[in-house]
């Protein structure tokens, strides 16, 4: 099912696979070749339906549920699915994660912790896990899913934009204590990506965005899936400590 097998032999966890971002990330892993664990944590049967996407085209995947605000499972689910790739993992994608809609002044600490475990520390714990296991087989790669948002704030998403930044910064310090063990890091930071209902529940967020876009349309979750390919891959083998910016030329436009 490779269309250039830029993935041939690798086993990849991605985490948030349920999602339509994971979706399509899992999807294009598999389509390139690699053996694709799919993590979820109450979109069972979404994540499902991608395995079987994957399996009936002649791909391996595998689901495996958890819940990674907590640290024991994070490193659970990264081994277990190691061992289900025949005790390798080559890639690990970040994926998993929460974007509620609550203004600052409003937020209890609780609101807040609940973002930042869910986006930030499940990278740590994940990326953690996996680095160990990659020093011991020759490296690996992990990519972290951070967010236009990590760069330019939006209304009461202040714990959302926060955690992604964080994840960036994340991401540029892992790969410099990791690279010595072979694992690059990096992130991909989406711009918005189309999904079922989205410009019938956010028509004029939808029309700005398009406005704003130097190509003129929203994102697709295979876009983000492409760049996670190539990061994964031994094109960005001299590609660490990188924030990939996909958002279609949005960040490109002149703000004043």
């Given at each position: 099912?490779?269309?250039?097998?830029l993935?041939?032999?690798?086993?990849?966890?991605?985490?948030?696979?349920?999602?339509?971002?994971?979706?399509?990330?899992?999807?294009?892993?598999?389509?390139?070749?690699?053996?694709?664990?799919?993590?979820?944590?109450?979109?069972?049967?979404s994540?499902?339906?991608?395995?079987?996407?994957?399996?009936?085209?002649?791909g391996?995947?595998?689901?495996?549920?958890a819940?990674?605000?907590?640290?024991?499972?994070?490193?659970?689910?990264?081994?277990?699915?190691?061992?289900?790739?025949?005790?390798?993992?080559?890639?690990?994608?970040?994926?998993?994660?929460?974007?509620?809609?609550?203004?600052?002044?409003?937020?209890?600490?609780?609101?807040?912790?609940?973002?930042?475990?869910?986006?930030?520390?499940?990278?740590?714990?994940?990326?953690?896990?996996?680095?160990?296991?990659?020093?011991?087989?020759?490296?690996?790669?992990?990519?972290?899913?951070?967010?236009?948002?990590?760069?330019?704030?939006?209304?009461?998403?202040?714990?959302?934009?926060?955690?992604?930044?964080?994840?960036?910064?994340?991401?540029?310090?892992?790969?410099?204590?990791?690279?010595?063990w072979?694992?690059?890091?990096?992130?991909?930071?989406?711009?918005l990506?189309?999904?079922?209902?989205?410009?019938?529940?956010?028509?004029?967020?939808?029309?700005?965005?398009?406005?704003?876009?130097?190509?003129?349309?929203?994102?697709?979750?295979?876009?983000?899936?492409?760049?996670?390919?190539?990061?994964?891959?031994?094109?960005?083998?001299?590609?660490?400590?990188?924030?990939?910016?996909?958002?279609?030329?949005?960040?490109?436009?002149?703000?004043?």
């Amino acid at each position: 099912m490779s269309r250039e097998g830029l993935l041939d032999g690798q086993t990849a966890l991605v985490t948030g696979g349920g999602g339509g971002i994971g979706r399509g990330i899992a999807l294009r892993f598999a389509e390139e070749g690699a053996a694709v664990a799919l993590h979820c944590r109450t979109a069972t049967a979404s994540a499902r339906e991608t395995a079987g996407r994957i399996r009936e085209s002649g791909g391996r995947a595998v689901v495996l549920r958890a819940d990674l605000t907590d640290e024991d499972a994070c490193h659970r689910v990264v081994t277990r699915a190691a061992e289900w790739g025949g005790g390798r993992l080559t890639a690990l994608v970040n994926n998993a994660g929460v974007q509620p809609v609550r203004d600052l002044a409003a937020m209890t600490a609780a609101e807040w912790r609940t973002v930042v475990d869910t986006n930030l520390t499940s990278v740590f714990a994940c990326t953690q896990a996996a680095a160990r296991l990659m020093r011991d087989q020759d490296g690996g790669t992990v990519t972290h899913i951070a967010s236009v948002e990590a760069h330019s704030p939006a209304p009461a998403h202040a714990h959302y934009s926060a955690s992604k930044a964080a994840v960036v910064m994340h991401a540029r310090s892992a790969a410099q204590e990791y690279g010595p063990w072979g694992v690059r890091v990096n992130t991909v930071s989406p711009g918005l990506i189309d999904r079922e209902g989205l410009e019938e529940a956010w028509p004029e967020g939808v029309r700005r965005w398009r406005r704003a876009s130097a190509v003129g349309r929203l994102g697709r979750p295979q876009d983000i899936g492409d760049a996670c390919v190539f990061l994964a891959s031994r094109l960005a083998s001299w590609v660490t400590g990188h924030d990939l910016v996909v958002d279609g030329g949005v960040s490109a436009r002149p703000t004043w």
